[in-house]
C-alpha cells in the first residue's frame, strides 16, 4: 500500500499571513506563526507536518506565491 | 513518520511559483485576489510557452504595478483606457498575444467605452476583470458594481440605488457583442474555483493564438482592505453577497 | 521622377503618411480635419503598405491607440481637430512621461469650447506649454504651406523617434482646408519587425525574448527622488531639443526696420503685408517660427540689432507674444495683431495695425 505524504516550504520572508492557505487545507496542516517575519507578518508553517498529502490546495490559493509543495508516495510499514 | 526533508527535495517538486512571475514582493494587501490571478496568468503563460509573445497592458488601478510581478513586456496605460491600447497592439502585432488585466473601476466605469468597442470590434485579445465591487486603489470609493447596501468610503450608509444607480453587470452586457466569443465569470477563493478560473485563462489565450476575437474573463474579487475585512471574511463575505449577484460560469463560449 | 500634385493640405497629411511608412493612424472624425482619415480610407493602406487605419470610438481611444503602437516601437499617428486636441491631453501627457514617439497632427480651429469650425491659431499655448497635465513639451511644428503639410510628417516621425518625444503640427484650419501644388515624397517601406528591434529593442514592448530583460513602457513612479531624476532627464532632453532643433524662415528681413511674426496662415498674410508695406516705403520683414517649441528665440534677439518694433500676426487673442516678449525681453516694443472666432486677417489690416501699433505708437 502506498500513502501520499507531502510537505510544504513556505518563503517565510514574503508570506504576508492572510490565512488563505490555513483555511483551505483539508488536513489542517498550517498555522501562522506567533513569530513575524521581516515585515511584522505572522507567517504560514506546517504546524501539522505529518498530515501533509502534498495536494497542492495551498499554494493554489496563495495569493503571493510563496508556497512550495513536494510529494512522495512513501511505503507504509516499509 | 517521514523526514520532512527526505520530502522536500527537488524532485518530489509538485507545486512552486511560475517562472512568468518575478521575485519581487507583491505590493498587493495581504490576501489580495490581484496575487492569485496575476499566479494564474503567469502559469498560463508559462504552460503555453509564449513569454516572448505575450504584450499586457494594465492600466491604473492596484494592479497598475502588475510590471513588477509579471516577467514579460508590459505597457502601463492610464486609467480606463488599456483596450484602447491593447487594440492598437494586437492590430499592429497580430502574431503577439495581447491582454488587460482591468479593475471595475477602471473597466465598468471610466473606461466603459473602451471596453465596450474593442470587444464589439472583437479586438483579439483577452480582457481580465477584476470585479472587487470598490475602488481599491484610491482607498476603497464605490465601484459601479458595489452591491446595494454596500458601505464604501463614499457611499458610508451603503450604496443607495436612488443616489447612486444598481451595480452594473457589465459582463452580461459584454456577452451580448458580436465581437466577443467567450465572455465568463469566475471567482479564485478556493482550488477549486482556482482550477476552473485557469483553465477559463488557459482558454481565452488560446482564443487569440486561433483569431477568435474578444475573451472576457471576470474574476469576482475580494478587497479586504477596501471591505474593511480580513481575507478570510473577506471570502466568506465574496461568498454570501457578491456570488449571488454575480453568479458565476459561462455567458458565452462560441 | 519628381511627383508633383495638386491637393488639399488634409489630403496630404493622408498620403505623406502612407509613402513615410507610417504603421498607423488612429482618428475620430472633427472639422476641419476629417478628409485625413477619409483620405486613408479611400486609399486602403493597409492593402498596400500594411498601414493600420482605425477610426477609434473617441479622441481618448484614438490617442490611446498611438500610446499602444507607439509603445510597440511602430510608426504611429493621429489628428484632430482643438476640441478633440483637448480630448487627447490626457493621453498627450502620459506619452510624453512614458517618453514615446508619436505624430499628432492639429488643424486648429477657433475656440473656447465648441467655438467655430474656421481657421483658428488660439491652440498654442496647449501644443507649447505643455496642454496636459505634468512637466513635459511636445515638439511643435507649425506648417505654412501644403508642401509643408507634406514634409513635416516624415520630419514630424524622425524628430518623434530622434528624442522618443511626441510632435505635434500644429496646422490650421486655412491649410488643412487649402489646395496646392504638392511635390510628394519617395515611398518609404514600412520599418520590418527586425528593424523595430534592432532600432527601438532597448525599450519597445517586442515581446520579452530570452537575451534581455522584459521592457516596460509606464509613466509610474512612487519612488520622489527616482521621479525628480526622470523629470530632471526630460529637461535636459528639452534643453538638447532647444539646442538643436529651432527651425524658423527669414523673409525680407536684411534690411527690414520692423518685423513681423507669424507661423502658419498668419505667416503668408504677413508676405502679402511685407510687399503692400513695402509700396508704401515700410521696410518690413517677416521671422517666421517653424518650429514653435523650440521657440527661435535666439534668432529673434538676434534682429534686435536692427529692428525699431515688431508686431505678431496671430489669429488668436495673443499667445505666441508671450514667448516673443520673453525673447525681446522690452528692448523693442512688441504688439499683437489678431482676428478671432475664425475671422481671418486680411494683408491691409495687418499693415495697417504695424502703422497705427508700431510705427505710430512710438
Ligand atoms: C483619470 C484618472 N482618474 C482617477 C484616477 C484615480 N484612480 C486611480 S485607481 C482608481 C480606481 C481603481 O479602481 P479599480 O479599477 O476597481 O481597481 P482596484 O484598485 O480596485 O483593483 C482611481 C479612481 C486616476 N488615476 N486617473
Ligand atoms: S496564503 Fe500565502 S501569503 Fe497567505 S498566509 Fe499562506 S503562505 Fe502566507
Ligand atoms: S499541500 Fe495540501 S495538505 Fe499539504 S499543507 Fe497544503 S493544503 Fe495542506
Ligand atoms: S486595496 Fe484592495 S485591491 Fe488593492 S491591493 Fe489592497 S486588497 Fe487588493
Ligand atoms: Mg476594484
Redesign the interface.
Given at each position: 500500500m502506498a500513502k501520499v505524504?507531502?510537505?510544504i516550504?513556505v518563503d517565510v520572508e514574503?508570506c504576508?499571513?492572510?490565512?488563505?492557505c490555513?483555511?483551505?487545507c483539508p488536513s489542517k496542516v498550517i498555522a501562522l506563526a506567533k513569530e513575524v517575519n521581516g515585515?511584522g507578518?505572522n507567517y504560514a508553517y506546517?504546524a501539522n507536518?505529518?498530515e501533509c498529502t502534498?495536494?497542492?490546495?495551498c499554494?493554489?490559493?496563495?495569493?503571493?506565491?510563496?508556497?512550495?509543495?513536494?510529494?512522495?508516495k512513501?511505503q507504509v510499514g516499509a | 513518520?517521514?523526514d520532512?526533508n527526505?520530502?522536500?527535495?527537488e524532485e518530489?517538486?509538485?507545486?512552486?511559483?511560475?517562472k512568468i512571475?518575478t521575485d519581487n514582493?507583491?505590493s498587493?494587501?495581504?490576501?489580495?485576489?490581484?496575487?492569485?490571478v496575476h499566479?494564474l496568468v503567469a502559469e498560463v503563460i508559462e504552460e503555453m510557452n509564449i513569454q516572448e509573445k505575450t504584450i499586457g497592458v494594465c492600466p491604473v488601478g492596484c494592479s497598475v504595478l502588475a510590471y513588477k510581478f509579471l516577467n514579460i513586456d508590459i505597457q502601463q496605460a492610464s486609467h480606463g483606457r488599456a483596450p484602447a491600447v491593447a487594440t492598437a497592439v494586437a492590430r499592429l502585432k497580430p502574431d503577439k498575444y495581447v491582454f488587460t488585466y482591468q479593475g471595475d473601476g477602471d473597466l465598468a466605469s471610466i473606461g466603459t467605452g473602451e471596453i465596450i468597442h474593442a470587444c464589439n470590434r472583437g479586438e483579439n485579445i483577452v480582457v481580465i476583470f477584476i470585479n472587487n465591487g470598490i475602488y481599491g486603489m484610491t482607498g476603497g470609493q464605490m465601484a459601479p458594481t458595489s452591491l446595494i447596501g454596500m458601505p464604501t468610503s463614499t457611499s458610508p450608509y451603503g450604496r443607495d440605488a436612488k443616489l447612486a444607480g444598481n451595480p452594473l453587470k457589465i459582463t452580461e452586457l459584454i456577452a451580448q457583442l458580436p465581437g466577443t466569443t467567450f465572455v465568463t465569470r469566475q471567482a479564485?477563493?478556493?482550488?477549486a474555483a482556482?482550477?476552473k478560473c485557469k483553465k477559463a485563462i488557459l482558454k481565452a489565450f488560446e482564443n487569440v493564438g486561433n483569431k477568435k476575437g474578444t475573451s472576457f474573463i471576470e474574476v469576482v474579487s475580494t478587497c479586504s482592505s477596501g471591505w474593511k475585512l480580513?481575507?478570510?471574511k473577506s471570502?466568506e463575505w465574496m461568498v454570501e453577497h457578491m456570488l449571488p449577484f454575480y453568479q458565476l460560469g459561462d455567458l458565452k463560449d462560441e | 521622377m519628381a511627383d508633383y500634385r495638386l491637393m488639399k493640405g488634409n489630403e496630404v497629411i493622408a498620403e505623406a503618411a502612407i509613402r513615410y511608412g507610417c504603421d498607423g493612424y488612429f482618428g475620430y472624425p472633427i472639422t476641419p480635419q476629417s478628409e485625413i482619415m477619409e483620405t486613408l480610407m479611400v486609399r486602403k493602406p493597409w492593402e498596400e503598405t500594411g498601414m493600420v487605419v482605425l477610426q477609434a470610438e473617441s479622441e481618448i481611444a484614438a490617442i490611446n491607440m498611438v500610446y499602444g503602437g507607439a509603445a510597440c516601437g511602430k510608426k504611429v499617428m493621429t489628428s484632430s481637430s482643438s476640441p478633440g486636441i483637448s480630448l487627447k491631453q490626457e493621453g498627450i501627457s502620459y506619452i510624453a512621461g512614458a517618453e514615446l514617439p508619436c505624430v499628432i497632427v492639429n488643424v486648429v480651429r477657433g475656440g473656447p469650447g465648441l467655438g467655430t469650425i474656421q481657421p483658428g491659431q488660439s491652440d498654442y499655448f496647449q501644443a507649447v506649454k505643455g496642454g496636459g497635465h505634468g512637466d513635459y513639451r511636445l515638439i511643435v511644428i507649425a506648417p505654412a504651406s501644403v508642401q509643408e503639410m507634406n514634409d513635416f510628417v516624415g520630419l514630424g516621425f524622425d524628430l518623434a523617434f530622434k528624442y522618443r518625444n511626441p510632435v505635434m503640427i500644429l496646422s490650421d484650419g486655412v491649410i488643412g482646408q487649402m489646395m496646392e501644388k504638392v511635390q510628394l515624397g519617395e515611398f518609404k517601406p514600412r520599418w520590418t519587425d527586425e528593424e523595430i528591434i534592432k532600432m527601438n529593442g532597448s525599450w519597445a514592448t517586442t515581446g520579452k525574448t530570452s537575451d534581455r530583460e522584459r521592457n516596460i513602457i509606464t509613466s509610474l513612479e512612487l519612488d520622489s527622488s527616482r521621479q525628480e531624476k526622470f523629470n530632471h532627464k526630460l529637461i535636459e532632453k528639452y534643453k538638447t531639443i532647444s539646442e538643436k532643433e529651432v527651425r524658423f524662415e527669414k523673409i525680407a528681413c536684411d534690411d527690414a526696420e520692423y518685423l513681423f511674426i507669424a507661423y502658419g496662415s498668419s505667416s503668408r498674410i504677413c508676405q502679402k503685408a511685407i510687399e503692400i508695406a513695402r509700396e508704401k516705403g515700410i521696410k518690413v520683414g517677416l521671422l517666421r517660427p517653424i518650429t514653435l517649441f523650440p521657440f527661435p528665440t535666439k534668432q529673434i534677439q538676434a534682429m534686435l540689432k536692427q529692428v525699431k518694433g515688431i508686431l505678431t500676426v496671430e489669429m488668436s487673442a495673443g499667445q505666441m507674444i508671450e514667448d516673443v516678449r520673453l525673447a525681446v525681453e522690452g528692448k523693442v516694443p512688441v504688439e499683437h495683431f489678431g482676428r478671432l472666432g475664425g475671422m481671418i486677417p486680411s494683408p491691409n489690416e495687418a499693415v495697417q495695425a504695424l502703422e497705427d501699433q508700431i510705427i505710430k505708437g512710438k
Open positions: 505524504k507531502g510537505a516550504k514574503k504576508k499571513g492572510c490565512s488563505l490555513v483555511v483551505v515585515k507578518y506546517m507536518p505529518e502534498g495536494c497542492t490546495n499554494a493554489m490559493v496563495c495569493p503571493d506565491s510563496v508556497i512550495d509543495v513536494y510529494r512522495v512513501a | 513518520m517521514a520532512i527526505e520530502i522536500i527535495k518530489n517538486l509538485v507545486y512552486s511559483k511560475s512571475l514582493i507583491m498587493y494587501c495581504p490576501g489580495c485576489t490581484h496575487g492569485v499566479k479564485a477563493h478556493t482550488p482556482v482550477r480580513s481575507p478570510v471570502n | -
